[in-house]
């Protein structure tokens, strides 16, 4: 039998389903189910709030600066 990588996602009621085709002659093997997550764990609003604001004012090059940002095109006014 050869190792097999399957990409699922666990539902909203916390449970994952899966269902992997293996041929007759792995029929009765036992096997090993090992759960990886990918990535970091989602944030919550709140943890995306703190993030941001930790990267205010967090540019240090003194040599950095915003460029003149021109002049803004005149449009014709909406009706």
Do not use: C
Not at 23 to 43: C, F, H, L
């Amino acid at each position: 039998m050869n190792r097999i990588v399957l990409k699922s996602r666990i539902g909203a009621d916390g449970v994952l389903h899966l269902t992997i085709p293996v041929s007759a002659a792995d029929a009765n093997r036992e096997v090993q189910v090992t759960i990886d997550p990918i990535g970091p764990p989602p944030m919550t609003q709140e943890e995306w709030r703190k993030f941001i604001l930790s990267t205010a004012g967090s540019i240090t090059d003194p040599t950095f600066v915003r460029h003149d940002q021109g002049q803004y095109e005149r449009r014709l006014e909406l009706p």
